[in-house]
């Protein structure tokens, strides 16, 4: 459940960011490559929180 989260959130992300980058940045290399720099590595923060979060509640104690 929590990798088909990570999977839709990411492509959802990823077209956000880029319609973001498209039409609202200024048309200036700095402006793009600052705003993609960040949006590349913004992604990582909530994917690892998901993923910590399922980690805790899949995990089955052994027997």
Known sequence: ???MLILVGL???SLLAMVVGT????DHWAAEL???LVAGIAWVWPSAKL???AARTDAKPLQ
């Open 1 to 3: 459940m929590a990798v």
């Open 11 to 13: 492509v959802i992300y």
């Open 23 to 26: 039409y609202f940045l200024p």
């Open 34 to 36: 600052g705003f993609y």
């Open 51 to 53: 993923i910590g979060w």
